[in-house]
Every structure is written in structure tokens, then in C-alpha cells.
């Protein structure tokens, strides 16, 4: 076959602070048109130790380093419930308009309707693509949007007189679900998931109690399938008097297809940087709205943006609002981006959803006679393998990912979820080419091969990129965290 | 659709792979009376052009610097961006990777990310930064759950300066709300810094939290609060919204700050109406293991070259789950990039430049309008804002001059009802001294 990934020119590059030259500067400082203003030597500090360079070092030195990453525009980001799709070029362009990225946050309203009305008919597009009566665009990432759901859940229950102390979180949770929980004093309580990887009635019916504030569920969950009794499921948590929450990190494969309002999720909260297309920058910014039943509204964050007429208006006196879980609206620059993507996509979310799932199935198939598929049934936008077919010659998930870096694969999420023993969790999304999924599926199949023939292969990748498999046990156990000169 | 790539061969091939008849097939596995079988009520699809004049109209209805004369800081400052700095951030190898889980393909945000710590904690004078929190004040309400942590739970009270950002306090109390912990809020002395008297004697206490500048403008005597955290066996925590005082004043870590967080969009990131910004986070180095968040930390790969990884992880939600130090997951690393990008620019040379610059600036209008017979109430030093107190009456001015778009600093009433007629401005180094002119001659006709 032919491999993707290959070498190149790639050029070292120190730190900044081993390049810089006492006097350089890399930004035009405008000349002082006022007296200068006399500081008393008890408030004055001696300026931070920053390196001095020119434009030309740092322009060449972020060049240099961003030649040694690997993104979405690189190629396949098969990154399990991470949802690398496709980040559109316009959308960036439109977030840097300076009507929007030169907005002070504390504008009065009548310099700021633009902004105001994009959060208005963004909120209304989310409502619409949940089945949920109110959204906040609050939360600034998908586990902030969890703490503010959980907030909620706090608040709905505080004002029937009742402080719950338990939460009900399936053992095929994100690791964010339990601590969030934790920040709003809930105890976790694991939920087995059945034989089949989805949650029973039964064992629902066994845990919730009136002491249980909810349920966190991921549906799609994080094996990639429908949670198919989610409605018996919300049936038993409301007859208790509690609430389900829907992480909603796996829209990307229900989007026109289930209306989680119509499914009895009470709160649900949204990536827009994962089924809405916004960039996920290194590790964010994200945004994470959150999108809930009219019962829960009055709870919501404040300000909530409402429309007087024409005019779009915040409004902050609202009694039973939790607060404010940001210091102003959340990541705006984000929402801009994801209500742009929504306007250009129109009907077709669903078909991006369609194809998710499409592409999910397709590999799943693909793949399933070399590695071993713990659940071997339609999935939803991913599909989770593990390494049992490859323990007789003692290779693992994680020789297995490393190896498909040289093959110039960014490797899919591993060793999650925790319920089944090394994992491999593959999410293609709507936007990859069925040429990338037949090449990814081709490069596989040939490190199972190898694993099999040549299994040192896989022990000594990655070697392709500039630098091999990193000693992270040293890092951690004597932690160099800041540079020094 | 430009963005989806399968042709309908594509998809006729797909399905037969799998074994379905139609892509609605696919979704067989959800019970029927959980499918929507109606169209989305959504606006008709957009082409690449359309969508531009729409949001050119949305942006057109902004008031927007320069246009637009805005003297308002309050936690979000116009300053300067090099070109480069936007220019190099676009570098979709930065911007369309995820947090780095493979490190051998992701050394560029593993490296930045380092040298942003690195610069991070020369800035603010600490000893470790973590690689970002949402903004500042979901930091500072991190930060304050982090000393009730140390304090293992056993102290839970933490005092909270009033001069604190408004909005920040009102996160924490967010934060706070469904738990049992206690927050006592400091008064302000009539000079502008916080009344420190109540903490004394406080036997409860985790930490003793400031800003500063605090949200008057005024830079606090840091020292003072260390030492009465400290006395209490509590821990220091220093909040900022404008690090770039820190290229003049002197650093929280150089007057006893055991945290030091706060929002750093001032540091060469766009104001967009409030966010994406940065929380920045820092701490002395015997803290770590509380911190919340991501590190980065420096190793070396099989063949000894340097190299970076995640690090420390045993804290984090993913490994700890319900004990995790923070649910915090998604940072606003792209964000940290930037700052780290705008701070390589500005260099030592440079932000001491831009910081005096932004403080001769404000003082220049200060004293401008003290000769035009206005009022400056609060006598501490400050960085690129103060407060001014106008005669009875203003208010109908400041709105005509948001008719005309021009915005008159933001009043203080609303958050401080003993303030009336107290209004809060800011001037950087964006405004230039015929701006403050035409200023000083519009507020005070």
C-alpha cells in the first residue's frame, strides 16, 4: 500500500529563552505623546525575565513548532467522542471581523444588537436541534457545561425544599461526569452497564432513590451505542423526583434524528467544538452550552438575552438564576463560529450525522475480522476495538496507535472507555473521504499483520515523527513544569 | 456540501459494506418512538458568500474600536496586536489539533504550551503555571477551592476582597453555592485598597483573596495581604484581570502570593465581546499536586532528545474521576499559545515599554480631568484605569455620548450603590492623547 506518512525536512528549534538577544523586539512600540508619569520605587518591580527577540525569530520559531503537530487539516483524527471533523475556513475569517473580535463585553446594548442577536437565534437553532426549550452559551467547555447542569439540578431540587446527595453516572462515563458531580457535593454512584454495553432498566430501578438527584448519560454513550432504554430509564429517575442529564459529546450522530427533549432528557449540554466544527485549538477553547426542559429554565445563568420588539436586550434579574459560571457570556469568538457552521449546513446536520455513522459502521466492518470487537452490533459515530487479538504476541492498544502514527494516522482515542479492557475507540466523522477511511482500514490491517510477523516493528514506533516514544514516567516523577535560562 | 465528501457511489458502496439498505437504516438500534422523523427547523442552507454579507451586517451593528472611542477596561483591554501574532495562530496544525495525547505528533503545543508556563510564572513572579483555566474567574474560584484542598477541608472559610471584579465574585459564589464552604467578603478602605482588619483573628480561614489592580484601578498592597493570610495559616491568593501591570509593578510572587490567577486576554488576545479569553494560573511549586488542570512538563524520548508530555495526570478527571482535583477537561489552550506568541513579541524590553506607556497615559488623563475640576476619589497608585467621580447629573451626558458612540467608562453604582455618579475608565496605549483630549473636553462641557 501506500503509506501517508513519510519523512521530511523537519528543523529543530531551542526554546524561546535560548534565542533571545538582550534589546530585540518583535512588536513597534508607538512613541510616548504624554509626560511620563513618575512611579514610587515601593510599587515599582523589575519587569518580568521575558526573552527578547525580533518578528523574524518569533515568526520562524511558532512556524518551526507547529511543523511538529499533527491536526485535523494534516489528516485522519480518528479521536474516539473527540468528533475532529472537518474546521471551516470562513468561519475563521468571520469570528476575526472587527465588528466581533473588537467588541468590549460591557458595550451598552444599543452598540452591541449584533452580537446580541446572534446569541438569540443561536440559543433558538440549539433548542431546535435538541427538542429543549432554552439553551445558556454560557459554559466555555463541555465539562463546564456538566458542572453548570449539574448547578442546575442542584438549584431545581433546592427549591422543592430537598438537598439530594447521590448522582447515578454509568461506568462508560467521561472521567469529567463524576468530578463534576463531585463540585456540586454529589457522591457518584457507578451504574453497570448491561451485557449488551447499554444501561437496564433494572438496574436503574435498583439505585434511584429519593436521596438521587439524577442521571448523567452519555447517549450516544462512549462504545458508540444508542442508549435504547433511555426512556424507561428518564421514566423511573422522574417517578423519584430526579432529573437526567444527556452528555451530549456525541450529538455529532443524532443531529434530526433524535430530539433528545422527545426522549425525557431534562438538561443536555453541546460541543460546539466537536458536532459543531469549531477548531479545538490544542486543547480548546471550546464552548459547551447547555440546553434544558422549560422546568429547569428559570435556573439558568444570567444574563439571559431576550427580545424587547426589535431590540435584543440582556436581562439579569432573574431571582432563581444559579448566577454566572463565566465572567461575561462564555467563549463568544466559539458561538460565532458554531452559529456560522449551523447557517451554512442547514437540513444537511443530518446528513452530516448520517454520514458519522456511516463512516463509523463502514470501518467497524472493515476491521472486525483482525481486531476484536467486545460489541459486536450496529454503532452509532464510533466503533471501540481492543488489543485481545494481538495479547498472544504481547502487543497492545498502545504499540498498536504508536505504529499507526508512521503510517501518518493520528491514533484514535485509547485506553478509554474503562470498560473494556484496552480499548480502541475510532470516530472517522462526516467530513473524512472514503480514499482516508480505505487507507486508515489498509493501515491497520497491516499492523495487525505485523504485529503478528514482526511485532518489534510496533514496539520501537513511532519513528517517523521528530521525536520517538517519550519517557513520561521521569516527567512526572521529577516534574521540570517551568524553563529555566 | 463543500464539507461532506461522499459521493452517492461513496455512500451505495458504504452501505452495502455494512449490510444496510438506506441510511436511515443505520439508525435501526433506536427504538422507533425515540426518532424525530421531521425536518429541522432551520434557515436554508447558506453558500460561502451569503453567509459573509449576513455576518458582515451582525459585525456591522458593533461598535467597534476604532470607530468606536471606548474608554472601558473592567476585565477586557484594547491593546495592540502584532499582525504576526493572529498570522501565526491560524496555523491549522495549531488550530485544528486536540489536547495532546500523542506527544510524539503534537511537540509544537507541547512545546508553546511549556514556554507559555514558563512566561506565565516569570510574569506574576510564581513558580509553576498550569496550561490554562476558562477565564479569570472561573480560575480564581479553582484557585479558592484549591486552599480549602490544602487546608484538607478542615479550614473552609475564604475571605474575599469586595474590590474583587463584580463578575468574578459572582462566579464563585456560583461555585460555592452547593457547598458548605464560606465566603466572607473584605471591605474597601477609603483610599482604594482592601480593609484587611476583618480578617484578623479569622480562625476558619483557607484563604485571603485580592485583585490587583483591583476593579477600582488600584494596585493593592500585596505584601500586606500575604502576611495576613499567612498569619492565619492561610494561603495567599492574587487575582488579576490586566497582567500587563506586571511588566511595571512589582510580581505577586515577589510579595508572598501562594496563588496567583487571573484573566489574561490582555496579553494579545482579541476582546470578542468577552471570550475566548485565558485563565491563568499559577502557584509556588509545593502546591502542585492540588493544582487544577493540565501541565506540561520537560522529558526526553528513547534516543535522548528533548522533549514534552503531559504530565501529572494522576490529578486529572480522566485518571481520578470523582476524586479529581478539577472536572476541568478542555482548557483554552489555543488561547495560551497566543499570549505566549504576543509575550515572545513584547519581549522584557518591550512590555516594560507598553506597560509605562498604558500607566502615563492614564495618569496623563487623570490629571487632565482633575484640572477640569472633576474629582479622583481613590488615592492609590494605579496601572490604566480609575475611578472618577462625576457631578450629580452626569448620566445624561455619558448617554448622549453613547449616541455617538463613544463610551464614557462604565458606571459603578450598579455593583457599589454607595458609588453614585462613580465611573470607572481605562486609556491603553490604542488611545492617543488627542483621544483623551476630546475625552476630557466631552465629559466635562
Known amino acids: 500500500m501506500k503509506v501517508a506518512g513519510t519523512t521530511g525536512l523537519i528543523m529543530n528549534e531551542p526554546l524561546l529563552w535560548e534565542k533571545s538577544k538582550k534589546g530585540r523586539c518583535g512588536i513597534s512600540i508607538p512613541e510616548s505623546d504624554v509626560p511620563s508619569a513618575p512611579l514610587d520605587a515601593e510599587f515599582e518591580g523589575e519587569g518580568p525575565d521575558f526573552p527578547d527577540l525580533s518578528e523574524v525569530d518569533v515568526v520562524r520559531h511558532f512556524t518551526r513548532l507547529s511543523q511538529w503537530n499533527f491536526g485535523v487539516d494534516t489528516g485522519m483524527y480518528p479521536l474516539g467522542s473527540c468528533t475532529m471533523k472537518y474546521n471551516p475556513k470562513i468561519n475563521e475569517k468571520i469570528a476575526a471581523m472587527p465588528g466581533f473580535a473588537g467588541a468590549h463585553p460591557m458595550l451598552p446594548p444599543e452598540l452591541s444588537q449584533g452580537t446580541l442577536q446572534l446569541m438569540y437565534e443561536l440559543e433558538g437553532f440549539l433548542n431546535e436541534i435538541t427538542g429543549m426549550d432554552a439553551t445558556t452559551l454560557q459554559p466555555a467547555a463541555g465539562a463546564h457545561g456538566e458542572l453548570t447542569a449539574m448547578l442546575l439540578f442542584y ?16 461506568d462508560t462515563a467521561h472521567g469529567t461526569n463524576p468530578a463534576s458531580a463531585t463540585l456540586c457535593g454529589y457522591e457518584s454512584i457507578p451504574l453497570e452497564s448491561g451485557e449488551d454495553g447499554i444501561l437496564t432498566v433494572e438496574r436503574v430501578a435498583e439505585l434511584m432513590d429519593e436521596d438521587t438527584a439524577g442521571i448523567m448519560v452519555t447517549n450516544p454513550n462512549t462504545l458508540g451505542l444508542f442508549e435504547e432504554n433511555i426512556k424507561k430509564i428518564a421514566e423511573i429517575v422522574h417517578d423519584k423526583g430526579g432529573l437526567v442529564y444527556c452528555d451530549g459529546a456525541n450529538m455529532n450522530a443524532v443531529m434530526g434524528v433524535v430530539k433528545m427533549g422527545a426522549i425525557g432528557i431534562d438538561a443536555i449540554h453541546l460541543n460546539l467544538h466537536k458536532t459543531f466544527s469549531t477548531p479545538h485549538g490544542g486543547g480548546g477553547p471550546g464552548s459547551g452550552p447547555v440546553c434544558v426542559k422549560k422546568h429547569l429554565e428559570p435556573f439558568l445563568p444570567v444574563p439571559r438575552v431576550t427580545k424587547d420588539g426589535d431590540r435584543y436586550v440582556f436581562q439579569y434579574d432573574r431571582p432563581d438564576s444559579i448566577g454566572k459560571i463565566h465572567a461575561f457570556y462564555g467563549n463568544y469568538g466559539i458561538q460565532i463560529r458554531a452559529y456560522s457552521y449551523i447557517l451554512t449546513m442547514g437540513q444537511d446536520l443530518k446528513r452530516a450525522s448520517q454520514y458519522a455513522v456511516l ?3 463502514y470501518i467497524k466492518e472493515k476491521l472486525k475480522d483482525v481486531l476484536h470487537l467486545p460489541y459486536d452490533r450496529p454503532c452509532m459515530h464510533e466503533c471501540v476495538f481492543t488489543d485481545k487479538n494481538q495479547e498472544p504476541y504481547k502487543i497492545t492498544t498502545l504499540d498498536m496507535a504508536k505504529r499507526l502514527i ?17 480499548s480502541i475507540m475510532i470516530e472517522p466523522t462526516d467530513t473524512e473521504p472514503k480514499e482516508n477511511l480505505d487507507q486508515f482500514i489498509e493501515a491497520f490491517r497491516s499492523i495487525a499483520r505485523e504485529a503478528a510477523e514482526n511485532p518489534d516493528l510496533l514496539r520501537e514506533a513511532p519513528t517517523v515523527p521528530k521525536v520517538r516514544r517519550l519517557d513520561e514516567a521521569t516527567a512526572a516523577r521529577k516534574p521540570v513544569l517551568c524553563g529555566v535560562n | 456540501m463543500r464539507y461532506l465528501p461522499h459521493t452517492s457511489e461513496d455512500v451505495a458502496e458504504m452501505l452495502q459494506a455494512v449490510g444496510a439498505q438506506s441510511l436511515d437504516d ?26 459573509t454579507n449576513h455576518m458582515a451586517e451582525l459585525a456591522g451593528r458593533m461598535a467597534a474600536w476604532p470607530e468606536c472611542k471606548v474608554f472601558v477596561g473592567a476585565g477586557s483591554y484594547s491593546h495592540n496586536i502584532p499582525a504576526s501574532v493572529p498570522y501565526l495562530l491560524s496555523r491549522s496544525e495549531f488550530s485544528t489539533a486536540y489536547t495532546p495525547y500523542q506527544p510524539e505528533i503534537s511537540q509544537g503545543t507541547l512545546q508553546a504550551i511549556f514556554e507559555y508556563q514558563t512566561l506565565a510564572s516569570r510574569l506574576l513572579g510564581m513558580e509553576v503555571a498550569n496550561a490554562s483555566m476558562y477565564d479569570g474567574a472561573s480560575a ?19 475571605a474575599v476582597s469586595k ?9 464563585v459564589r456560583t461555585y460555592f453555592d452547593p457547598t458548605d464552604y464560606k465566603i466572607v467578603e473584605l471591605d474597601y478602605l477609603p483610599d482604594g485598597s482592601t480593609d484587611l482588619s476583618a480578617v484578623e483573628g479569622m480562625d476558619d480561614l483557607a484563604a485571603v483573596a485580592v485583585q490587583s489592580p483591583n476593579f477600582f484601578g488600584c494596585v493593592e498592597n500585596i505584601q500586606a495581604v500575604s502576611d495576613a493570610a499567612h498569619r492565619h495559616k492561610a494561603l495567599s491568593v492574587i487575582g488579576f484581570t490586566e497582567p500587563l501591570a506586571y511588566g511595571l509593578f512589582k510580581s505577586p510572587g515577589s510579595q508572598g502570593a501562594d496563588i496567583a490567577c487571573g484573566e489574561g486576554q490582555s496579553l494579545g488576545i482579541p476582546q470578542s465581546y468577552g471570550g475566548p479569553g485565558l485563565g491563568m494560573f499559577t502557584a509556588l511549586q509545593k502546591y502542585v499536586r492540588s493544582m487544577p488542570g493540565r501541565l506540561i512538563g520537560q522529558t526526553t524520548d528513547k534516543d535522548g532528545e528533548r522533549g514534552f508530555v503531559l504530565t501529572l495526570a494522576t490529578r486529572e478527571q480522566h485518571i481520578r474521576r470523582e476524586k479529581a482535583t478539577s472536572n476541568i477537561c478542555s482548557n483554552q489552550g489555543l488561547c495560551a499559545t497566543m499570549t505566549t506568541m504576543y509575550m515572545a513579541s513584547l519581549g522584557g524590553t518591550g512590555i516594560r515599554k507598553v506597560a509605562r506607556l498604558n500607566r502615563d497615559k492614564a495618569e496623563y488623563m487623570k490629571s487632565e480631568l482633575k484640572k477640569a475640576g472633576l474629582e479622583i476619589p481613590f488615592e492609590r497608585p494605579t496601572f490604566n484605569e480609575f475611578v472618577v467621580k462625576f457631578p450629580e447629573g452626569y448620566e445624561s451626558t455619558y448617554q448622549k455620548l453613547i449616541d455617538r458612540q463613544i463610551v464614557a467608562g462604565i458606571p459603578l453604582e450598579c455593583h457599589y450603590p454607595e458609588l453614585a455618579d462613580h465611573y470607572l475608565l481605562c486609556v491603553t496605549e490604542t488611545h492617543s492623547k488627542a483621544d483623551i483630549d476630546a475625552l476630557v473636553k466631552e465629559v466635562t462641557a
Open chain 2, 140 to 158: 480564581l474560584a479553582e484557585a479558592l477551592l484549591m486552599a480549602i484542598r490544602i487546608a484538607r477541608g478542615k479550614k473552609t472559610t475564604v
Open chain 2, 163 to 171: 474590590l474583587i471584579h463584580p463578575m468574578y465574585r459572582q462566579v
Open chain 2, 26 to 51: 443505520l439508525f435501526s438500534t433506536i427504538p422507533k418512538d425515540c426518532r424525530f422523523t421531521g425536518d429541522l427547523n432551520l434557515p436554508p442552507a447558506m453558500t460561502e458568500w451569503d453567509l
Open chain 1, 155 to 170: 438549584a431545581y431540587h433546592k427549591s422543592k425544599g430537598e438537598k439530594r446527595s447521590k448522582i447515578l453516572i454509568p
Open chain 1, 359 to 361: 463512516s463509523a459502521n
Open chain 1, 406 to 422: 508512521d503510517y501518518g494516522f493520528h491514533p484514535p482515542t485509547i485506553y478509554f472507555p474503562l470498560v473494556v479492557h484496552g
